[in-house]
């Protein structure tokens, strides 16, 4: 299976969830949050989502987790 890039990845959910009829207002919320990941992933260089990628965006955006 090939991977896709994280980009890929979110284009691929925005269809899902539109074809399942999320709201404008849903769908506005989750583009916001989505540009967020990009933004973070993009900073560190990274094309891939990766679990530890969610998990750092998640500490960093959060500060929700201290490092183990």
Known sequence: MKQRTLRELL?????????????????TFYRSRWRKIEDFAGKNRQVYYTEQLGIDFVRVSHAALPYV
Do not use: F, N, P, V
């Open 11 to 27: 284009q691929e959910l925005e269809q899902e969830l539109i074809r399942l009829g999320y709201t404008k207002g849903s769908m």
